[in-house]
Structure formats: structure tokens, C-alpha cells
């Protein structure tokens, strides 16, 4: 019969154990409720998701032509992915837009699976820039006979754009030219009816080999090349951080805006178009992705001039000035292409999930008056639209500048902001949110932590039963 001591000792022990077993039940219930609100806004983003887009938001003025966005759509390892498609699209003056090729499940003649530039051509067919695993496809579409009139097979690795000039030739942008520890990426003029290269242009013979930190198979991303004049072709050296015209008679680099790593004036930038304007100065408008912004500039005096940006976009990748003064913007991340005013007014907008990478109304480019001519210069935010989507939600990187804005942690809430708003929309799902994606985030380490938690606190019983465990098979093993 055990003592009063040990009676008192055991009770004791059962009461610590009991209330050691209560506190991790509490520490268990205060983690799931955390667990559920983390994961809450992933509820509401599934409950509430409309679907893959693709047709009208705000539609205030309706175009007079139509406007051809090509969607780059999301792919890994070459294989598409149904919500985030590929495709190049025609949206009517009300902006219902309808498909005209698809990167997914096409009777294409070639393999198409991203699209890039699309050019209007003056007959009504569409000159088409894809690529796919095994390299590049430029071909001529006729929206009409929903039919491809021709096409060429280049290995180039990666192009995002090739231009019809000069009667049958293509200018080409070829980046990621990689080969032994050199990058030979250039522009150059492909000759159709001879099957042959009549000229090109390697930046490794203009650049030091030091610029963006040296050779890489990606150095240049040259993503854009267009004839701006005869024999003259402006090019957009993304990971030069600037965009130059170069005269094919001298060789020469003729303009150069921006330079290598000065991202106050270009980062990064996409598709930029360049004209004479009304008054004569040499225009460039360009798409500053990595900015966020669109950006105008006017050659005076000898230097160029930043006379107008509006600001507020996600990874912009195409900017066009419009006839009647407004510019046709593809809001790449915020997956739309927008119209808006030289105040940055959304007066048409088209939602085209997944990524627009090019918008073109009319003929191809810029066709518009510059902000100069126009005495509308000045710095503003994009404002409007349908209050549907991703352009209109508050998200984690809107509150996390906000939230330290003005403070000395707001150069490193922007740079944070910045990353996770141009990567994260790569790694989610296109139903979920911002917010529900960083619920998703946080939700891990804390689901680890828990684990490992109890890992540790069921450490006694856990190496019980596996004792038990091992035991139990060991008395089997005898007795057979």
C-alpha cells in the first residue's frame, strides 16, 4: 500500500500533467485560430473569383478600331497552363473580346507557346512573334480567314519581337545568344526570299563585356527592335536599362536614353516607340517596367528631357500613343490593357488574364501627338477602371508602402513591396489575391513551428510506441 507522501506526489504530478495538457490545448487552439484567419483570405479569393477574364472593364469612350493584345500566358517547362493562357486576342470598340489563336489545344502548323508582338499590318493581317522550347516562329495571320498566310522557324532561343519591312524582310530582336561563354545577342535583317541574314548588329562589338555585370546567357534581353526611318532602328536593351537608335549605314549608336543600372531614369523598360513630333523634336515613350510607369521623354538642348509619366501600373510592358492624344497601355501584372488620358484617366480598359504583353490599335506603335505638342507634361497616377480585378484591389504591396511611407524603413518597404508585387504574381494561383497569397506565406513557417512543437512535447510517447512498435515485431520474428 503506497505511503500518504507517495499518494500526495502522484496527485501532484497528475495535476501538473493536467495542467500542462491544458495549456497545450489552449497553445493549440490560439495556433489554429491564427491558422484560420491567415488562410481566411484564400477562402474569400476562392469563393468570390470570377474566373479567367477576358473582356471589357471600363469602357467610357469606345474605341473606333479594333485593338489586338497578344497575351504571353504562363507556362512551365513548355507546357501551358489553362488558366494562365496563351493567346492573341481582338477586343471590338466596347472592348468584348474575342480569341483568335490560342497557346493551348491549336491547329497551328508549328508549335506556339508564348506570344509576344503583334503588329497590325496594312492589309488587316496580323504579324505574330511566338516562341516555344525549341525556339522561335514569326507568322503572317489573317483574322479574317482565321488561317496563317506564312510562317518562318528560327532557333533563336528567345524573341519578342520581329518587324515586316522593307517589303519581305524581318528585323529581328535575338536575345539569349549564348555560346561558350559569350553572348552574341544582336539585332539583325532577315531576308525572306533569300533565306539569309543581309545585316546585323552585335552589341558585344558596342559594349564593354563588363555592362550588367558581364556576359550572361541573358545579358542584353533585347525585346524590341523597330524601324524608325531608313536604315535607322531603335532598340531596347531591357537589361541595359536604356533604349538607343542605331543608323545601319554608320553602325553608330545615333541616341542613347538612359544607361546601366541608372534606374531613376529607365529599369528595365519594354517596347519603346520613338518619333519627330510637331515641333520637331525627337519623342520617346516607353513602357518603364520595372518602375511601374510609363514614361515620355523630348530630345532638347543635346540631353533628353522626362516631360510626362503616369505611374500606378504593375510591370507595364507596351505603351502607344493614340491618334486622338491618349495612350494605350498594356497593365501586364494587373493583366489589362488600358486607354487612358494624359492625366491618367482609364477611359477603355479590356481585362486579358494572363500577363498582356503587347497592344496595338491601328497602325503599329506611336501615332499620336507627344505630350509637348500637346502642353501636357507633368507626373500622375493611373486612376479608374472597373473596380473589378487586380487593378483595383488594395494589396499587400499598396499597405506595405503606405505603411512606411515617410518612415526610415521606407526604402526597404519599397524595395520589398516591389519584389513581391512583380514575383508573386507567378507563383499564384489567378483566383487568389495578394493578401491571400501572404496568408499562405505565413502560414507555413507557422504549420513547421507547430510540427515541431509537438514533435518535441510528444517526444515520451513517440518513442514509446516505436519501441512498442519494434518490439512488437521483434516478438514476432521469434516465435516464427
Do not use: C
Amino acid at each position: 500500500m503506497a505511503s500518504v507522501p507517495e499518494r500526495l506526489r502522484a496527485r501532484l504530478a497528475g495535476a501538473r500533467r493536467r495542467l500542462v495538457e491544458s495549456r497545450a490545448w489552449r497553445a493549440r487552439a490560439v495556433l489554429l485560430v491564427v491558422l484560420l484567419l491567415l488562410l481566411s483570405p484564400t477562402v474569400v479569393s476562392a469563393a468570390t473569383d470570377q474566373g479567367t477574364r477576358l473582356g471589357p472593364g471600363t469602357v467610357d469612350s469606345p474605341a473606333e478600331n479594333t485593338t489586338y493584345v497578344s497575351i504571353q500566358g504562363f507556362h512551365f517547362k513548355g507546357v501551358g497552363n489553362a488558366k494562365k493562357p496563351a493567346r492573341v486576342v481582338a477586343a471590338d470598340g466596347d472592348a468584348d473580346a474575342r480569341v483568335l489563336v490560342s497557346g493551348v489545344d491549336n491547329d497551328l502548323p508549328f508549335r506556339a507557346r508564348w506570344f509576344y508582338d503583334t503588329d497590325p499590318l496594312p492589309n488587316g493581317d496580323l504579324l505574330v512573334t511566338s516562341t516555344n522550347p525549341d525556339g522561335t516562329v514569326v507568322f503572317r495571320y489573317d483574322p479574317d480567314a482565321s488561317e496563317v498566310v506564312w510562317y518562318e522557324q528560327f532557333d533563336f532561343h528567345d524573341t519578342h519581337d520581329a518587324d515586316l519591312i522593307n517589303g519581305d524582310q524581318l528585323l529581328i530582336a535575338n536575345m539569349r545568344a549564348y555560346e561558350d561563354g559569350v553572348s552574341n545577342d544582336r539585332i539583325l535583317v532577315y531576308d525572306r526570299g533569300n533565306d539569309t541574314v543581309v545585316w546585323d548588329w552585335t552589341f558585344n562589338e558596342h559594349y564593354p563585356n563588363s555592362t550588367d555585370g558581364g556576359f550572361n546567357p541573358d545579358w542584353t534581353h533585347v525585346n524590341d527592335v523597330d524601324k524608325v526611318g531608313d536604315g535607322r532602328y531603335l532598340a531596347s536593351p531591357r537589361n541595359f536599362d536604356q533604349v538607343i537608335l542605331v543608323n545601319r549605314s554608320t553602325d553608330e549608336i545615333e541616341y542613347q536614353l538612359g544607361s546601366d543600372g541608372n534606374h531613376s531614369r529607365l529599369f528595365e523598360q519594354h517596347n519603346p516607340d520613338f518619333w519627330v513630333d510637331e515641333q520637331g523634336d525627337p519623342t520617346v515613350l516607353v513602357a518603364d517596367s520595372e518602375n511601374d510607369r510609363v514614361v515620355e521623354f523630348t530630345y532638347e538642348d543635346g540631353r533628353w528631357q522626362e516631360v510626362w509619366s503616369v505611374g500606378g501600373f504593375n510591370w507595364p510592358r507596351d505603351a502607344d500613343r493614340l491618334p486622338n492624344g491618349n495612350t494605350l497601355v498594356t497593365d501586364s501584372l494587373n493583366h489589362r490593357a488600358v486607354e487612358i488620358t494624359p492625366e491618367g484617366e482609364v477611359v477603355w480598359e479590356v481585362y486579358a488574364a494572363w500577363a498582356p504583353y503587347d497592344a496595338e490599335r491601328g497602325a503599329p506603335g506611336s501615332n499620336g501627338p507627344s505630350m509637348t505638342a500637346m502642353d501636357a507634361g507633368g507626373s500622375h497616377e493611373v486612376r479608374g477602371g472597373a473596380g473589378e480585378g487586380p487593378a483595383s484591389q488594395e494589396t499587400f504591396p499598396d499597405w506595405l508602402r503606405r505603411s512606411t511611407d515617410g518612415t526610415p524603413l521606407a526604402a526597404f518597404g519599397e524595395e520589398v513591396a516591389d519584389r513581391y508585387q512583380h514575383v508573386t504574381p507567378f507563383l499564384r494561383p489567378v483566383w487568389m489575391s495578394s493578401w491571400a497569397l501572404l496568408g499562405v506565406f505565413l502560414s507555413i513557417p507557422l504549420l513547421l513551428g507547430w510540427g515541431v512543437g509537438e514533435v518535441i512535447y510528444q517526444r515520451r510517447r513517440i518513442v514509446e510506441a516505436i519501441r512498442g512498435l519494434v518490439g512488437g515485431a521483434g516478438g514476432s520474428g521469434e516465435g516464427v
